[in-house]
């Protein structure tokens, strides 16, 4: 299974405007190479730099497998054309941008390849979610990027 971006390559600098600071929005993904038994897809983004624990910047599930992309922009709602936002560590459904309070730091995007559609809520506490989507993985892609701090930006809004 591969996991991609038209924004940024593997181990790069992801663009300002996909920052929680200047534009926010999530960037494009795409993947290819599904396991054939794979019944739906979820995508959870972290940043295991964070300060004591690693900050859930997007958490999205029940992806077809029809789908081959997630463009850019996808708006933060709870669903989106039957694909599910689950809450983030701002407390909010969709994504968050990267937004690291010193430093550079990496931004983990995993994608899993899942043995069914997950029957939970959107609102469900976020570990709820990630041990649902973990107990069903049967196969993961990885696309590390990484960004700096601008803590005078991202913590003045």
Known sequence: MKLLSKAFNQGEVIPSKYSYEEGNISPPLEWSSL???????????????APMFSWTHWIVYNIPITQ??????????K????????????????YGGPCPPWGTHRYVFKLYALDTELEID???PKSELINQIK???????????KYKSHYDKCFTR
Request: overall charge negative.
């Open 122 to 124: 959107p609102e469900a």
């Open 35 to 49: 396991p054939k038994n794979t019944k739906s897809l979820a995508l959870i983004l972290e940043d295991p730099d």
């Open 135 to 145: 107990n069903h993985a049967i196969s993961e892609a990885k696309l590390v990027g």
């Open 68 to 77: 081959t992309d997630l463009p850019e922009g996808i708006p933060p709602e």
């Open 79 to 94: 669903e989106v054309n039957g694909i599910k936002q689950g809450i983030n560590s701002w407390k909010k459904n969709g």
